[in-house]
């Protein structure tokens, strides 16, 4: 099972035409400073979209996860109104070239104070399953590539279509900042846009199909 693996993660790379990349776990560090989501532990992220607030928080704690790679630990917690609606646990490692690998996710849905589904939750090396690039090492207009593999559960895709945008929103005004179409075959009817500002990471996300929202960072603390 490891060997399939990351024989499939070397064939990811290739895909995204990222250098010469090893997928072997001792290339992979939990230290994560790529310039357009740098995750320093204690790093924290403040969203707001609409009524919900979403409270991002890079943790001090790793988890190796199946696929052998060691991975950092971010806390996202949604809560809408005060309510908590969705808590996750998400597992990302940087690679030898600066590229951030999204290793997988523990995540709970919530309604009332109870957890209604965990769909979505996925391991890299469990059941088939598979790491994605999230962010670049160094981003460049290019074609699509895979940010998560799960068949039937976690199939996001990305493509990054500019480099050099600028964007308002409630935490400051950045330039060159790094414009991404994200999707997934599991929703064909979904899309959006995320924007990425260097030195701190996504600052906007907006639905331009399947929804209308549009999710801003407020604040920014590392």
């Not at 776990?25 to 320093?40: A, G, K, L, S, V």
């Not at 707001?48 to 190796?64: H, I, L, N, P």
């Not at 290793?103 to 209604?116: A, F, L």
């Not at 260097?198 to 801003?216: A, C, F, I, Q, Y």
């Amino acid at each position: 099972m490891r060997v399939i693996l990351l024989l499939g993660v070397l064939l990811l790379l290739a895909g995204c035409g990222d250098s010469q990349t090893s997928s072997e776990p001792r290339r992979f560090t939990t230290d994560i400073d790529n310039p357009y989501w740098p995750m320093p532990p204690g790093a924290r992220w403040v969203y707001r979209e609409g009524s919900e607030k979403v409270v991002v928080t890079v943790t001090d704690r790793t988890r190796t996860v199946a696929s052998g790679v060691e991975a950092r630990v971010v806390h996202d917690i949604v809560t809408d109104d005060g309510e908590v609606i969705e808590d996750t646990h998400d597992w990302y490692a940087q690679d030898q070239d600066g590229n951030v690998w999204y290793m997988g996710e523990d995540t709970k849905e919530y309604e009332r104070g109870k957890v209604t589904t965990t769909e979505g939750s996925w391991e890299a090396g469990v059941d088939g399953a598979q790491p994605g690039i999230i962010v670049h090492a160094d981003p460049r207009p290019g074609p699509p590539y895979r940010q998560e593999y799960y068949e039937g559960h976690a199939e996001d895709m990305g493509q990054i279509l500019s480099v050099d945008e600028q964007v308002q929103v409630p935490a400051g005004h950045y330039t060159g900042a790094v414009l991404t179409k994200d999707y997934t075959p599991l929703e064909p009817e979904v899309l959006e846009y995320k924007l990425y500002a260097k030195g701190v990471g996504p600052v906007m996300t907006l639905n331009v199909s399947g929804g209308s929202g549009r999710e801003e960072l407020l604040r920014h603390t590392r």
